[in-house]
């Protein structure tokens, strides 16, 4: 194995007794220096990391000045952080982080008509734009990120996207700013009232040819500090907003903003254009900027995996227009396409044309975290800048430079400013690999200096590219910026290490500190080649999972949604996880309290597998974590009540009634709910008094046989239709039947997917059920598997096989999966389903919308004139999630979110639709509503039109 890349750094310092103690007294926002708060925030979404001391979450800027005061006495770092979505380290540091997200996010005031707000920092990007849209405003720049960044990070990074062509940088978009300096004096920022601290005017007076000359001209040039706009001749004069914007949080604390507002078109256009090759888009882009147009972003073929409705070419660029009318904003981007020498062209007007083109622009973005082989992909050198008119030149250099490397990215991004990103395959591991990162970031930085450009165009220097910055100024001019510095933070506190005085490129690497052997585990990983610390690294710190509204049909994160703290996002989990196997900070491994109390409110939606852009699957880590955790331990009631639940309800079966009516007995049932670890709210479930089973075989009387395997259904009989519900499996043999001609199968006893034992990570006992099912299972070779309830479903088709990597019959059994719905459309492909035409309401299961996806039912619906969409997100009850003991608030906030909400709207006659148990549980005992699977609908009009046939009515189905 080579040589792996160590560390720099010892065991990070804990915080000082009596710095907490003067903290504390200081301010009245929480501060936390345990393990879990640091181990938190020791990462952006970059390759760095740093250990801080502690959290603390101010309230208001008193409390930050109070803070800062505190932290200059005791010679403690500061590092503001937002939503902590940088790509160059500069949202870590060693001392106390500042999580300005927690209660400094309120917009304080919006004035439509002088078009501008005044925000506090941790305001986030998208709540006001939401807030300017019914003005017809608002803020131009547009990071990606915009779900989650912050305007304090917008401003430390001087951010921007796709939409600068239009409104320029955060810089171009700020009028006033409230800083709080390290030592706590505070200073107001303002075009027109000087230059900011004393000292600043008479170093620029002093070095005015070196910063009238120094700075190359180009529109994304973010690299440094913007000390050019200090000069006496800068438009309107000195500009200390500006010159502030971009620091990266090494200068003060914003603690205020006014912000400008642009008026929004009315309505948008979008024209794609083909081009034969990247650099012939990005030699086309400078051209198409004299249209006024509000985007011109470019990709090339290697990033787009579904590239219908794209004109022919092997590269695009996005062109959005704007207008007061749709046929205005048409004729813009017409104007476009004509004058653009392009292959091929199109342009759309209709919203959801455009949204569908900017998804595969989007998803180029997504893949682009990753090879196209799955392999990795990492920042580093992911948004350089060069004058528009030689992007072409240079990405032909580029490309060149990565090949003689031995390197592989793909580049795209916002060529009408001439700004690139890429996501390399660097092997930050080895110590070879890690030189080589260095040797191609110095080459690189050349490269993009003999082109005029601008080390970055977009995400800031951080540490990544800071080292770097005298290739790209000169030593003299990065010079006055450490003095720059120095007038405002004398003392060194603000983020050390980043921007002036950086850090080495190659310090501080966040994977150096991972286990260098792969991590003995249960599950097989195959996507991470088996390794558990591959699969944790996997969270690069996009953080979509801090998104606090789910659109769509998205998933993720819903225990974030519902407690808004970072440990209960997907990426929290990933970074305690990582510092797990990092052993610093967080040092019992498996043990970790810390973990499993981040871990307990996951609900093992698996709607990160599917929504993270990098497919983060927490839910198989959370199963993995427990087994570790709770191995050879006592584990919580509810793993061996709601664990095992096969196993009981088997048990109970034969003593339903019963057993069902000592459940209607209060007392019985607390003392039972308090003995299961289940929660004091719920209601137990009623058991069913025939199991699907019994019915099957009553329906088909002893001695049915089967004379060809061509005509039967092997439809599987979970424990939830078997025991709770089978009338889903009534009405599946019912309709399956019915429109295939086939019988279906009495299951074999015993069967189970595990899914119980997964979840709570009893994985020894869910290999050996698992086993056992493989060896009852007589699967019909060819013949899927029909499975009803989605968690099931999924189980079978993923941890199955990854919890049973070497049985070939795991990957055959796990292929064969198919819901209700594929397996009509595949062998009842004739077959005409009747209509019902009413509206549908209702919830998607989130492991259907995670791992099988959901195409198949929405067809089959619209077959049926069941109009109108499910609820995306979770229903919160998540198998045993929402039952046990503690999970009630968050289960019941994430049904409050969109289930609840859109069955109380859904107008009289919806049909209420959930496939899987938990979720027609949860509408059942939070809303009082019952809600069926697909198949007793579908039964339940099959029937209906039988009767209409044999009474003359109507044709049957
Ligand atoms: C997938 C992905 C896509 C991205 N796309 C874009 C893009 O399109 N355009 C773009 O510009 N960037 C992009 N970024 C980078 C990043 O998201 C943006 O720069 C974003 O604006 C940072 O906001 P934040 O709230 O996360 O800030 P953070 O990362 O928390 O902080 C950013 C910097 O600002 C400092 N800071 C934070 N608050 C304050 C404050 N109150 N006072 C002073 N300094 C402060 C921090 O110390 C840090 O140095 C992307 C990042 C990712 C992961
Ligand atoms: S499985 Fe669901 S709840 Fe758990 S981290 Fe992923 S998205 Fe969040």
Redesign the pocket.
């Known amino acids: 194995m080579a040589e792996q890349h160590r560390p720099h750094t010892d065991t990070p310092p804990a915080a000082a007794p009596a710095f907490v103690a003067a903290l504390r007294s200081a301010v009245r926002g929480a501060s936390d220096f345990g393990a879990a708060a640091r181990a938190l925030t020791t990462m952006d979404a970059s390759n760095y990391r740093r250990v801080p001391l502690g959290v603390l979450a101010p309230r208001d800027a008193d409390d930050i000045a109070a803070a800062l005061a505190v932290c200059r006495e005791h010679g403690v770092p500061v590092v503001a952080r937002g939503g902590g979505t940088s790509i160059a380290g500069q949202a870590t540091g060693t001392g106390l982080v500042l999580d300005l997200t927690r209660h400094l996010r309120t917009i304080l005031d919006l004035d439509p008509v002088a078009r501008t707000a005044v925000v506090q920092p941790g305001v986030i990007l998208d709540d006001l734009r939401a807030a300017a849209a019914p003005h017809g405003l608002t803020f131009g720049p547009d990071p990606s990120t915009h779900s989650r960044c912050t305007l304090g990070g917008m401003i430390g990074n001087n951010s921007c996207g796709a939409h600068s062509v239009a409104w320029g940088t955060t810089a171009d978009n700020v009028r006033k700013l409230s800083v709080v300096r390290y030592g706590g004096g505070s200073l107001h920022l303002e075009q027109g009232s000087g230059t900011g601290p004393e000292g600043v005017g008479a170093l620029v007076a002093a070095h005015l040819a070196l910063l009238r000359t120094g700075y190359p001209g180009l529109p994304r040039r973010i690299s440094g500090y913007a000390l050019d706009a200090l000069l006496p001749e800068h438009p309107g004069g000195p500009d200390p907003v500006r010159a502030f914007c971009g620091s990266e949080g090494t200068l003060g604390v914003v603690t205020e903003a006014t912000v400008r507002l642009v008026e929004a078109p009315r309505a948008r256009a979008l024209a794609v254009l083909g081009y034969a090759d990247e650099s012939d888009a990005a030699d086309a882009a400078p051209g198409l900027l004299p249209f006024r147009p509000l985007t011109v972003e470019g990709m090339a073929a290697d990033l787009v995996t579904g590239s219908a409705g794209l004109p022919r070419g092997a590269a695009w660029l996005f062109v959005e227009t704007g207008g007061d009318t749709p046929a205005e904003a048409r004729a813009h981007a017409e104007r476009v396409l004509r004058a653009a020498d392009a292959v091929d062209g199109t342009v759309v007007t209709d919203p959801a044309g455009q949204r569908a083109l900017w998804r595969i622009r989007e998803d180029a973005a997504g893949t682009a975290t990753r090879m196209p082989d799955g392999t990795e992909a990492w920042p580093g050198w992911e948004d350089c800048a060069v004058p528009p008119a030689r992007l072409g030149a240079y990405l032909r250099d580029f490309r060149a430079l990565l090949a003689e490397h031995g390197l592989r990215g793909a580049p795209y991004g916002h060529f009408g400013d001439g700004c690139v990103h890429v996501r390399i395959d660097f092997d930050l591991i080895s110590a070879g690999g890690v030189a080589r990162f260095r040797r191609f970031s110095e080459e690189t930085a050349d490269l993009v200096v003999a082109h005029g450009g601008s080390l970055s165009g977009e995400h800031g220097d951080g540490q990544a590219r800071a080292e770097l910055l005298p290739r790209m100024y000169g030593s003299e001019l990065v010079a006055l910026f450490h003095r720059f510095k120095d007038l405002w933070d004398p003392d060194g506190g603000l983020n050390p290490g980043i921007l002036a005085r950086p850090a080495p490129l190659d310090a501080n690497l966040r994977f150096a500190v991972l286990p260098g052997r792969p991590v003995d585990v249960e599950f097989g990983y195959p996507q991470d080649g088996g390794d558990f610390a591959g699969a944790v690294r996997r969270c690069v710190g996009v953080a979509k999972?801090r998104t606090t509204e789910a659109s769509g049909a998205g998933?993720?994160?819903?225990?974030?949604r519902a407690t808004g703290e970072e440990a209960?996002?997907?990426r929290g989990?990933a970074r305690l996880l990582h510092e797990m196997l990092a052993g610093e900070i967080i040092t019992d491994g498996w043990r970790s309290e810390e973990v499993r109390d981040a871990?307990d409110?996951?609900?093992?939606?698996?709607?990160?597998?599917s929504?993270?852009p990098v497919g983060?699957?927490?839910?198989t880590y959370?199963a993995e974590f427990l087994h570790h955790h709770y191995r050879g331990r006592l584990r919580p009631a509810a793993h061996y009540a709601m664990g095992r639940l096969p196993r009981w309800l088997r048990l109970a079966a034969p003593l339903a009634r019963p057993l069902n009516a000592l459940a209607r007995l209060r007392p019985l049932a607390a003392l039972a709910k308090r003995l299961a670890g289940i929660a004091p709210e719920r209601t137990i479930p009623v058991l069913a008094t025939e199991t699907y089973s019994r019915w099957l075989l009553r329906r088909q009387g002893k001695g049915t046989r089967i004379l060809s395997s061509d005509r039967v259904v092997a439809l599987w009989a979970d424990t939830f239709t078997e025991h709770l519900y089978p009338q889903a499996g009534r009405a599946a043999v019912r309709v399956l039947e019915r429109a295939t001609g086939r019988t279906v199968l009495p299951p074999p006893r015993g069967l189970c997917c595990g899914l119980t034992y997964v979840s709570t990570g009893q994985l020894d006992a869910a290999r050996r059920v698992m086993r056992r099912t493989l060896d009852r299972l007589r699967l019909l070779p060819g013949h899927p598997l029909v499975v009803l309830e989605p968690s099931c479903a999924a189980t079978l088709r993923t941890d199955l096989p990854e919890l049973l990597p070497d049985d070939p019959r795991a990957a055959e059994l796990a292929a064969s999966v198919r819901t209700f719905a594929q397996y009509l459309e595949e062998y009842a492909p004739d077959w005409t389903p009747p209509r019902l035409d009413r509206p549908v309401a209702g919830q998607t299961h989130?492991h259907q919308h995670?791992v099988l996806g959901d195409a198949a039912e929405r067809r089959l619906r619209e077959r049926m004139g069941l109009s109108g969409e499910l609820s995306g997100g979770?229903c919160g009850l998540?198998g045993n999630f929402g039952f046990e003991k503690g999970h009630w608030e968050v289960s019941v906030a994430c049904a409050e979110e969109r289930l609840l909400p859109a069955v109380r709207n859904a107008e009289p006659g919806t049909e209420l639709l959930a496939d899987g148990f938990s979720c027609r549980t949860q509408l059942d005992q939070l809303a009082g509503r019952r809600a069926r699977h697909l198949a007793e609908v579908v039964a339940e009009a099959v029937e209906e039109a039988s009767t209409a046939v044999r009474e003359g009515r109507g044709d049957g189905a």
């Open positions: 999972c998933v993720m994160c819903p225990s974030f209960h996002s997907t989990r871990l409110l996951c609900l093992s939606c698996k709607g990160c597998r929504d993270c983060v699957d927490m839910a959370k989130c995670a979770c998540a």
